[in-house]
């Protein structure tokens, strides 16, 4: 073990996680204690883009205040370290669990999705992880759902992209960051399916159909969430996002979920002009 990783992990024995904020959320003085200060120092220029003060000088330097914790901070420079990113630029999405940042890397850009470490976040979200045989003897520690969150989107990924299903490659991930490909340009990340003017719903719809059935036939999973909320166009083509609650089979709820993502998807094309039948379109997810 390196001198460099020793202190890495005697940094980790030393984290109070009550420590890392004040009243209401309000940040303490965890930054000038000597081993934090130490780390920061040396990732601070490559930060630069989320503290407000890189070439994106529209960035808000209160995000940096919402987002980095103490703990966050320290999985952003083991990623680093790993040469899984090396500068972290400006956010691209925000929602009630994550942020998710443009990111560089030597393999190219990378999207970097900061989960939300606070616990009315994820209260809501235990449902998605107790039941999946994948998660058994689950602790109900809040940061330890929040690392077994991001760790099960990651996975979901994976499983998904073996599938031959688009969703963004999932690189690298440490507690509450999830390091994957960025589905953009150098213009911005590709829009929501909900915000742009398609041509062609019809093809859309069946192949958003065909991502339920392959997922659940071949993958043994349900997305769980599946919306024209989160779905990419990504060069012409939709690209599945946010699969963090997706569950397998097995789930106690699957089949409810599953029954959900379509009745999500046929609502969205009927909008559309599709002429669509849910029970028509759960028997051709269901079909072998």
């Known amino acids: 073990m390196t001198s460099d990783d020793e202190f890495i992990d005697g940094f980790e024995d030393e984290i109070d996680v009550k420590s890392m904020h004040g ?86 850009p990378r999207a970097v999705k900061i989960f939300h470490t606070s616990n009315a976040v994820f209260k809501g979200l235990t449902k998605y992880i107790e039941g999946d045989p994948r998660f058994g003897g689950l602790k109900r520690r809040h940061r330890e759902l929040v690392t077994i969150w991001v760790r099960k989107e990651h ?11 688009r969703v963004p490659s999932a690189f690298e991930v440490n507690r509450n960051v999830l390091v994957m490909e960025y589905l953009g340009s150098d213009e911005g990340p590709s829009p929501r399916l909900r915000d742009i003017q398609i041509k062609d719903p019809d093809s859309i719809f069946d192949e958003l159909v065909n991502f339920i059935k392959v997922s659940w036939k071949d993958a043994d999973l349900v997305h769980a969430d599946l919306s024209e909320y989160n779905v990419l166009w990504h060069n012409d083509e939709p690209w599945i996002i946010d699969v963090g609650q997706a569950v397998k089979s097995a789930h106690p709820n699957a089949e409810e979920f599953l029954i959900r993502d379509v009745r999500n998807i046929c609502n969205w094309a009927s909008k559309k002009g599709v002429e669509t039948n849910f029970e028509e379109t759960l028997l051709r997810v269901l079909e072998v």
């Open 155 to 165: 996975r979901n990924l994976k499983r998904l992209e073996n599938s031959g299903l």
């Open 23 to 108: 009243e209401g959320g309000e940040s303490t003085e965890w930054m000038d204690q000597p081993k934090m200060k130490k780390m920061f120092q040396e990732i601070e220029h490559r930060l630069q883009g989320v503290l407000g003060t890189g070439r994106y000088d529209w960035v808000d330097r209160r995000v940096f205040d919402q987002v980095f914790d103490q703990s966050t901070l320290l999985s952003i420079y083991k990623l680093m370290r790993q040469g899984a990113i090396d500068t972290v630029e400006f956010p691209i999405a925000s929602g009630k669990e994550a942020h998710v940042f443009y990111a560089t890397s030597i393999d190219g």
